[in-house]
């Protein structure tokens, strides 16, 4: 069985500060994925970013990065020059190769203030 | 980007009554598609896969008989609530994965109540 812990329910930051978001997993496949999606208020959920297991070198989406630690099984989202856009709810994801099920952590529920 | 649309995005109907969600993929076509239902507050829970042309596959605990799934097409998945009760209220979304991608890309949900 798989597992994917987030265990900060809550964080908040001032605008245009960086944050970074924890994520850790647990998994006895090799060959796996990691999301971070993003659930605004309006409960949308979208991507923010992907990482391929096999890939050493972290993914990053323009103020988007992660920091992925393989043998750690950890998978930080770290948010630079936050908005108020990015107020939402975050949830780490596991889908390992060869099956088709996410395996969606709690959540953190982040607030930028303004 | 991958678009995936969800209609109604918000229903309200009598305690008894069936009710029926569409999903669908609108820029590219989905063999896979993936139903979850979302308590307040809480994360998404898996309720079943939907592949193209076969039945779907529920997850444990989901009743398949209340929860009607057809993907009769690449680009359309429905979920059928079979005679709602309260404790159905509940927000669903549903996702598709891109083909020979891993990447699932998510509805906008529905808000279903029963009264």
């Known amino acids: 069985a798989q597992t994917v812990t987030q265990s900060q329910p809550e964080m908040s930051v001032q605008e245009a500060e960086t944050v970074t978001l924890s994520c850790t997993y647990d998994?006895?496949?090799?060959?796996?994925?990691l999301f971070w999606y993003k659930q605004p208020p309006s409960r949308q959920m979208i991507l923010v970013i992907r990482?391929?297991?096999?890939?050493?070198q972290n993914a990053t989406e323009n103020r988007f990065s992660v920091n992925f630690q393989k043998a750690a099984k950890s998978f930080s989202l770290k948010i630079s020059d936050s908005q108020l856009g990015d107020t939402a709810m975050y949830f780490c994801?596991?889908?390992?190769?060869?099956?088709?099920?996410?395996?969606f952590g709690t959540g953190t529920r982040l607030t930028i203030i303004p | 980007g991958a678009v995936v649309s969800q209609h109604p995005s918000r229903v309200i109907c009598k305690s008894g009554t069936s009710v029926k969600i569409e999903c669908r993929s609108l820029?590219?076509?989905?063999?896979?598609m993936f139903w979850y239902r979302q308590f307040p507050k809480q994360s998404l829970m898996l309720m079943a896969t939907?592949?193209?042309?076969?039945?779907?596959?529920?997850e444990q605990g989901v009743e398949k008989d209340k929860f009607l799934i057809n993907h009769a097409s690449l680009t359309l998945s429905t979920l059928t609530v079979t005679s709602a009760h309260p404790e159905d209220s509940s927000f669903y979304i549903c996702?598709?994965?891109?083909?020979?991608?891993?990447?699932?890309?998510f509805g906008p949900g529905t808000r279903l109540l029963v009264l």
């Open positions: 994801a596991l889908l390992y190769f060869g099956n088709e099920k996410l395996t």
């Open positions: 939907s592949n193209e042309g076969s039945k779907a596959t529920y």
């Open positions: 820029d590219f076509q989905a063999t896979t």
């Open positions: 998994t006895s496949e090799n060959n796996y994925y």
């Open positions: 996702s598709a994965r891109v083909p020979r991608s891993e990447t699932q890309y």
């Open positions: 990482q391929e297991a096999y890939k050493q």
